[in-house]
T-cell receptor
Framework: DAGVTQSPTHLIKTRGQHVTLRCSPI?????VSWYQQVLGQGPQFIFQ???????GRGNFPDRFSARQFPNYSSELNVNALLLGDSALYLC????????????FGSGTQLSVL | AQKVTQAQTEISVVEKEDVTLDCVYE???????LFWYKQPPSGELVFLIR????DEQNEISGRYSWNFQKSTSSFNFTITASQVVDSAVYFC?????????????WGLGTSLAVNP
């Protein structure tokens, strides 16, 4: 079975642009979470979606938004990119709503110039 | 406050040495979960273990072992007879309530280099 897949793997944008990151969870998993990991730090929670509804939101500005589709895949959108948005964006899926065990993708490395 | 502290930023050992990675946490929750994840250079976070707050039994899985002590709010991770493939960044994490759901609070990670 395929693991969590994220696309694209790398992305270069300029300040002010918009970006969409995509995530496909493990088959059968209904929850998707998004994390931002800045170099040298631990992941920071951005969003969790379960059964297509937002179930948790971290301390990120409104420029960050996400959604989950009927097939449980998810998109993370970031508007008006800032240099500080440069990071590894990780998607994680789990069977249920909790954080019992998260399965992570390899991430999307976003560079904002 | 909910917080995870991994005081060791970087550790370097020679292959076959034992190494312990420290994790200290803070939480006001009476029920909580602690985790260890491994992040190799490829970037993907790999789940290693989950421990709930009611289970203080130490756990051993092959060369890996974990020591959970509520009295000192610590959840330390030991690798016995380290190997080069163990080189990675290791994260300790705590599940905490955020609204009606739990989220993970992560430490800053410990970068482990195992040299041949």
């Amino acid at each position: 079975d395929a693991g969590v897949t994220q696309s694209p793997t790398h992305l270069i944008k300029t300040r002010g642009q918009h970006v969409t990151l995509r995530c496909s969870p493990i088959s059968g998993h209904k929850s998707v979470s998004w994390y931002q990991q800045v170099l040298g730090q631990g992941p920071q929670f951005i969003f969790q979606y379960y059964e297509k509804e937002e179930r948790g939101r971290g301390n990120f500005p409104d420029r960050f938004s996400a959604r989950q589709f009927p097939n449980y895949s998810s998109e993370l959108n970031v508007n008006a990119l800032l240099l500080g948005d440069s990071a590894l964006y990780l998607c994680a899926s789990s069977p249920g709503q909790g954080v019992e065990k998260l399965f992570f993708g390899s991430g999307t490395q976003l560079s904002v110039l | 406050a909910q917080k995870v502290t991994q005081a060791q930023t970087e550790i370097s050992v020679v292959e076959k040495e034992d190494v312990t990675l420290d994790c200290v946490y803070e939480t006001r929750d009476t029920t909580y979960y602690l985790f260890w994840y491994k992040q190799p250079p490829s970037g993907e976070l790999v789940f290693l273990i989950r421990r709930n707050s009611f289970d203080e039994q130490n756990e051993i899985s092959g060369r890996y072992s974990w020591n959970f002590q509520k009295s000192t709010s610590s959840f330390n991770f030991t690798i016995t007879a380290s190997q080069v493939v163990d080189s990675a960044v290791y994260f300790c994490a705590l599940s905490a309530w955020a609204g009606n759901n739990r989220k993970l609070i992560w430490g800053l990670g410990t970068s482990l280099a195992v040299n041949p």
